[in-house]
């Protein structure tokens, strides 16, 4: 790495101390680590599926806002005191980016001290409290404060929920298990955009849409108490009795030995990840993700993918989408904004049958530059609508490029959703245990600093760039995208979390990931001829 030869520098000295202490427990003893973790070849039972779907239900909190809001925004009308502005939808709909940021980074800093359910039982009452003050609002400061705890809520949750799903999950099925989140997300966004339009023509109805999205949160809480901690957190909490009893519960065929084998392969890892944290602060352990080249390379891999998920434009899309196909001309549009959630869905369905089959990278690299073309060609149709620099139609007749534009909404997001759109919140597994609640933070942090960007801005980027200026901008970031996941995103597919570390310690690790899945498969080969 070239570190050795540098100057007494604090920081690379702590830094050459993380990547030697990962070597030398490698290196040391007459067991490799490798050989404790058979048990990860037997069949997985009920109960971790179980776990993830009870957890997926987080995603809920993140899917239900992001949709409801497009509904929201639609029925407002002077219900707040006035009719809002562009600039004063932008600030309820961001406000809510913002809060699941800080969120975010709180969840993050505490995940490792309180475990992995207090973070999430904490989102739930945030997000409770904050669907109570926006339903009560009668100001626009009141539904920004309450939109405000909701983000709080939101951040954690998504921080979270797959951090937890990643550590419970057999290494065979991390991805599908991850995917039951995105599915709730998806899910979420469904159910909010169906209570939008059946909910269109009540009186102030838009109150009872918000006050709704504390159901998922209550719905969570009463299920988590029925769910464990990570293994991991347990052994690193010293508890590796229970995580024994959680283990065997994961892996029901597994023998008393293999699932020792498997605390022992854990309790190495994790003995590893505390004599790095040893008598280090957050600041100390915040820096790592960035002192240290492969969880840089990690850092970047993982944060840079999730940032063109978002600001890919599904996010406007997904926020303003009532307020996009009223602009071109549809009568209902929040009907038709359910079209595109139910397209979110089954695509989402689509990615969680297929990512461990076919894996990560090769599903990014045939899904990217479908997205880029069909928001290209979203951007020639809306040269074709008349529409005024303040965002209005110069006639109420629905033309063929509104069509277009409907269509090409729907393909693109087929391909973001059963592509980038899921796949970028797997990325948790890049990171090491010593930081990977750190490095969970930062992709979420990307995920909702991107979010912020989006929200608050799509408005005005849209009068002052036009419809097609924004859209072809969002096609660029697609297919740049594109181009940076196939020099940089390694495919890690059936790995487990503790082997994964080793590959960004080979440059961004497509060519090292690629011949370890190589190994693997002829491993699994000769395995299977034995048997």
């Keep these: 790495m070239g570190l050795a030869s540098e100057p007494e520098s604090p920081v690379k000295t702590d830094a050459l101390h993380v990547e030697k202490v990962s070597t030398s427990s490698r290196d040391g003893g007459s067991e490799h680590l490798e050989d404790l973790d058979s048990i990860e070849q037997t069949q997985s039972g009920r109960y971790a599926w179980l776990v993830a779907i009870t957890a997926g239900v987080g995603g809920l909190l993140f899917g239900y806002d992001t949709g409801i809001i497009s509904a929201v925004l639609v029925y407002l009308h002077n219900d707040l005191g006035k009719i809002l502005t562009a600039s004063e939808k932008e600030l309820i709909t961001s406000i809510t ?7 975010a980074i709180a969840a993050g800093l505490t995940a490792d001290r309180f475990g992995r359910k207090g973070a999430i039982y904490m989102g739930c009452i945030l997000f409770i409290v904050g669907a109570v003050l926006q339903a009560c609002a009668y100001s626009l400061a009141q539904m920004t404060v309450g939109r405000l705890v909701v983000g709080f809520g939101v951040g954690s949750a998504a921080m979270i929920v797959p951090l937890y799903i990643a550590e419970v999950a057999p290494a ?5 298990m991850i995917g039951l989140d995105n599915m709730s997300i998806t899910g979420g966004q469904l159910i909010s ?13 838009w109150r009872a849409m918000v006050g709704l999205g504390a159901a998922p949160a209550i719905v969570l809480m009463c299920l988590l108490p029925f769910c464990p901690e990570s293994p991991r957190q347990l052994i690193y909490h010293d508890k590796p009795e229970a995580a024994a009893v959680v283990i065997q519960s994961i892996f029901p065929q597994g023998t008393p030995e293999q699932v020792q084998q498997k605390i022992r392969h854990i309790t190495a890892h994790v003995a590893e990840a505390k004599a790095l944290k040893e008598g280090k602060g957050n600041l100390w352990l915040l820096k790592q993700l960035y002192v240290v080249p492969g969880n840089l390379r990690a850092l970047i891999a993982a944060c840079g993918l999730m940032a063109i998920s978002q600001l890919g434009g599904f996010n406007s899309l997904m926020y303003y989408s009532s307020t996009l196909f009223a602009l071109v001309g549809f009568a209902n549009p929040v009907a038709v904004g359910t079209i595109i959630a139910a397209t979110n869905f089954f695509f989402t369905w ?17 899904t990217m530059w479908g997205m880029a073309l069909f928001l290209a060609l979203a951007a020639v149709a809306f040269h ?36 980038m759109g899921n796949t970028a919140w797997l990325s948790s597994e890049f990171f090491p245990m010593e930081i990977r609640a750190y490095g969970t ?12 960007i989006v929200a608050s801005t799509f408005l005005t980027q849209m009068e002052n760039t036009t419809p097609s200026g924004a859209f072809g901008f969002y096609a660029a970031i697609c297919f740049f995208g594109w181009i940076a996941v196939y020099f940089c995103y390694p495919e890690v597919k059936g790995m487990t979390l503790e082997d994964i570390r080793e590959i960004f310690k080979h440059g961004f690790g497509v060519k090292y990931a690629r011949e370890l899945q190589k190994e693997m498969k002829a491993q699994r080969q000769v395995e299977n001829s034995r048997a």
């Design 193 to 205: 955009y169906g209570l939008g339009a059946g909910l269109a023509k009540v009186p102030h109805g």
């Design 384 to 419: 074709w609508i008349p529409i005024n620099h303040d965002l209005t139609l110069k006639t109420n007749k629905i033309g063929w490029p509104a069509y277009v534009v409907l269509a090409c909404m729907i393909i693109y997001v087929g391909f973001y959703s059963s592509g």
């Design 441 to 452: 933070m930062m992709l979420t942090c990307s995920c909702w600093g991107s979010n912020i």
């Design 350 to 366: 689509v990615n969680l049958m297929v990512v461990d089959r076919f894996g990560r990278r090769r599903i990014l690299l045939s």
């Design 97 to 103: 980016s913002g809060g699941a940021f800080i969120g």
């Design 172 to 176: 065979k099925y991390r991805g599908r």
